[in-house]
């Protein structure tokens, strides 16, 4: 059996995890909404017509925060069409999609779903083909307690206490071809700016966060981040992200695939370094963090579209699963399987170990769009491969991330050498325990993990939990829901300064350790 060392320290902490990173995001697209979260006559439906098994998993997931509207649907959207009554409002074309959209599920509706659903609402403006003063009058309608013309129409609809949205996206994908209204840097970060004073004179609480740069095949890629930082630095709080990793047809294989967390750590390590290129040549002492906005596995498997290069000068996502203007067509309804949630789990552990800098993380999506929740027409619903890391990630990932080392054997990915085994560690005071969460991307073997402890006294582990299996390539279905399903690891629960397991070949493992530091 292979052997890997690991030490963890709890007097050198890396980073305190903000609960926002285990945030979400649900956008107008196929099926997230429409029979997602909403489907009035559904046996789960409530009086509003919200699907309470949906909120149900989305509780058990621990979501703290879901972003909305979009996503590229956010680009080509006008929230006034969305508010009101909904025999009022207008069925429109959604260019990023082809879809139809009724609006019968709009703002009002999300902000009573997010209540409870338990969630805090994050919205993003269209800087796209909107303007900056709908941008400001949507704050206005949100936010403003009452006495103007926006604020004035809430309460007439129903709303007589302000939403409060804190959390506000200044556009989505602004770099990119496939947007509506997509803009070069410096314009973007001209009409950005606009759009953050105008918002910020009717709300001076909001946190604004800016759309940075997400594909690296892209030439603007960083480029544009140092551009847009430069101009609207004082401006702003958050710099978003995007990261996808997709292995559609196998095309990047196991090995590479499940890689994808180290490609995942260069991606945040070269945001956080336009971020301290911008902050050190304008002696800027305000730091800005990363909201990370959009982060998934996410394979393609009904989209025109061979490898993430074809990013490059694309104007459209073309469907193979819906023809276009459909309503709520079924489309990126991805399948996950056992592979993708362990690749799941690696992009976990970085998003972990950059907890000092990413602040914010929406795992995208939540419902029925590349997401970890599936929900059928007028039927049940499903916990797909990816709801488990997800679920242990928000669960045990709380607290405070401490600095730690492996030492293993390695392998080669297309990223370089690395260790088979990935890890980090989350210390939290308050319940006394500290959680490792430890890929081993070993095709062939165990591996025997010898995990020290530092500064934490005699630890005891209280719970193994592993995700593996004998088929990398099962998913859960509504006919077998408990494909792939995580299983308990029996511990033997003695207490020590320095433990060994073992971590099963190819395994997501959560090791939980009640620790005594005094
Ligand atoms: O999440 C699906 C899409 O991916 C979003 O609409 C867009 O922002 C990204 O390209």
Known sequence: MKRAEYFADRKFPAGSVDDNVFASFTEHLGRCIYSGLYEPGHPEAD??????DTIR??????????????????????????????????????????????????????????????????MAVNLGTDSIRSAGYLVEYCNHPGGTYWSDLRIKNGHKEPYNIKYWCLGNEMEGSWQAGHLNAEDYAKKALEAAKIMRWVDPSIKLIASGSSYEMLPSYLEWDKTILTELYDH??????HAYYMNKNNCMGTTDFLASYKQLDTHLKATETALDFVQAKATKKKPIQICLDE?????????????????????????TSAKPWEVAPSILEEKYSLLDALTLGGLAITLLQ???????????????????????RNGGILKQSTFYPFLYLSRYGRGEVVKSIVSSPQYDSVYGTLPVVEAVTVYNREDETATIFALNCDQEEDVEFKAELNHF????????????????????????????????????GEEAESLTTVLPKLSWNVLRYKVNEK
């Not at 702003?236 to 992200?241: E, G, L, M, Q, V």
Request: some cysteine; overall charge negative.
């Open 47 to 52: 009086e509003q017509g919200f699907r309470k």
């Open 57 to 122: 998993l989305i509780k058990e997931l621990g979501v703290p925060m879901v972003r909305y509207p979009g996503g590229n649907f956010v680009s080509c959207f006008d929230w006034t069409d969305s508010i009101g009554p909904k025999e009022n409002r207008p069925r429109r074309m959604d260019y990023a999609w082809a879809s139809v959209e009724t609006n019968e599920f709009g703002l009002d509706e999300f902000v009573d779903w997010a209540k409870k659903a338990g969630v805090e609402p994050m």
């Open 236 to 241: 702003i709080d958050y710099i978003s992200t």
């Open 295 to 319: 982060w998934n596995v996410w394979n393609f498997s009904d989209i025109v579209f061979e490898k993430m290069d074809d990013l490059l000068g694309m104007t459209t996502f073309q469907m």
């Open 354 to 376: 950059h907890a000092d800098r990413v602040k914010i993380a929406c795992l995208a999506q939540l419902v029925n769009v590349i997401a970890p929740i599936t929900t059928k």
């Open 457 to 492: 006294g005699k630890v005891r582990l209280m719970e193994h939990i592993v995700l593996d299996g004998p088929d990398l390539e099962a998913f859960n279905s509504f006919e077998h829901p408990e494909n792939v399903m995580p299983r308990e690891i029996p511990v033997g």
